[in-house]
């Protein structure tokens, strides 16, 4: 009977071990693999505290400039960019030459001195009753975003200067191509330009009477949006005017596009229909 206790007490023992030994195992095997996660993501972004001096010293001294009243809260260097966050909500982005490539003041104005003379200037004359609170530069242009959510893009000139879209021309200003001027000028004289913005290879232009228009490259319209009235007679090509006139003689055009080698219109109904470029009715999209 001792014998039999003695031998259900060693099985107990083992078994004990072996449960702690498998517990030690997954613990091991746990902490690696919190080790090797942690690593991982080390290895993709470094996230630094201001006690750290790998910040190159053209950021700091911008940051010392432009925000003296700001603290480095941590900075992250993220490929070929160093992005900083101050107090105060100012995010700063930097290239690895330490030139400051984006300036994000959020709700609060950019600092005048960041700002090119040449949009300030633009900003002042055009947005009086607003401020920039964003701005970035790039290889060809700035980008600006003012406290009421508008965005603008300026064509950096010779003196490294802004220009915007309007239709008075001159160095603080994008100047349409020639074409659109007269686009323009012969469909929409009563109107005036009030924004443009080049976006992916488009101008894209607003009017004072609030009709939007987008010109190619080369100053072609390809897109006319009048929202409410009727697109300009001689904008829309004559064998599409003359399907209207006899299918929808109680409706007009209010918006045409030129899009995939084909003519979309939409009429004050909401129907949009679709052509082909002779003017050819293909189908009711």
């Not at 191509?177 to 469909?187: C, G, L, R």
Request: net charge negative.
């Amino acid at each position: 009977m001792l014998q039999c206790l003695l031998g259900i007490t060693n099985n107990v023992k083992k078994e004990t071990k072996l449960k702690k030994s498998n517990n030690m195992k997954k613990q091991f095997f746990l902490v690696l693999l919190a080790i090797l996660t942690v690593g991982l993501f080390a290895s993709c972004n470094k996230i630094f505290f201001p006690e750290a001096d790998e910040l190159p010293a053209n950021a700091k001294q911008f940051i010392n400039q432009h925000f003296p009243n700001s603290n480095i809260l941590y900075f992250e260097k993220d490929g070929a960019t160093y992005d900083v966050k101050l107090s105060g909500n100012v995010e700063l982005e930097f290239d690895l030459n330490g030139n400051w490539t984006e300036v994000d003041c959020n709700n609060n104005a950019v600092p005048s001195a960041i700002v090119p003379a040449e949009i300030i200037e633009f900003v002042l004359i055009n947005h009086p009753n607003n401020f920039i609170v964003k701005i970035s530069r790039h290889n060809q242009h700035y980008e600006i975003e003012l406290n009421n959510d508008l965005d603008l893009q300026f064509n950096l000139g010779n003196n490294n200067g802004g220009n915007n879209g309007g239709n008075n021309g001159g160095n603080t200003q994008v100047v349409l191509p020639e074409t659109a001027q007269q686009f323009i000028s012969q469909y929409f004289s009563d109107a005036t330009i009030v924004n443009v913005e080049l976006d992916d290879f488009t101008y894209e232009v607003l009017l004072s009477n609030g009709v939007e228009l987008d010109f190619d490259m080369n100053g072609n319209w390809r897109e006319v949006d009048c929202n409410t009235f009727a697109v300009p007679q001689g904008i829309v090509p004559a064998n599409i005017a003359n399907f209207i006139s006899v299918s929808y003689p109680n409706n007009f055009i209010v918006k045409i596009e030129v899009k995939n080698q084909k003519y979309e219109i939409e009429l004050n109904n909401h129907l949009d229909l679709v052509f082909d470029m002779n003017g050819n009715f293909l189908y009711i999209d």
